[in-house]
Nanobody, 123 residues
Framework: QVQLVESGGGLVQPGGSLRLSCAASGPIIRINLMGWYRQAPGKQRELVAIITGGGNTNYADSVKGRFTISRSNAENTVYLQMNSLKPEDTAVYYC?????????????????WGQGTQVTVSS
């Protein structure tokens, strides 16, 4: 069973920084696209940043220049470095991964989500 486990959330003052991590484990053959999403109270989940297996990245306009997504393919881990945080960045952050994995002596490709980690930006 493939699992994604996030860490690194917390409470930070405006202008501060946090680094989120998401580690994938299980019968993984390869992880393709990995990404971070967030959901604020009363709002829909939205894309924050994505990264391909080759390291190409894309960001939501609201976080460009402040957030950086990166990954370690060897460790099946994706990171989100968040700088210059604003109160509007407050949300539950979820990681997502497009995973090729073994299943019942075959391979399968599925999308997985982490459990979410709370980020609160407040003075």
């Amino acid at each position: 069973q493939v699992q994604l486990v996030e860490s690194g959330g917390g409470l930070v003052q405006p202008g501060g920084s946090l680094r989120l991590s998401c580690a994938a484990s299980g019968p993984i053959i390869r992880i393709n696209l990995m990404g971070w999403y967030r959901q604020a109270p009363g709002k829909q989940r939205e894309l924050v940043a994505i990264i391909t297996g080759g390291g190409n990245t894309n960001y939501a306009d609201s976080v460009k220049g402040r957030f950086t997504i990166s990954r370690s393919n060897a460790e099946n881990t994706v990171y989100l470095q968040m700088n210059s945080l604003k109160p509007e960045d407050t949300a539950v952050y979820y990681c997502n991964a497009d995973v090729l994995h073994t299943y019942s002596f075959q391979s399968a490709r599925d999308a997985y989500w982490g459990q979410g980690t709370q980020v609160t930006v407040s003075s």
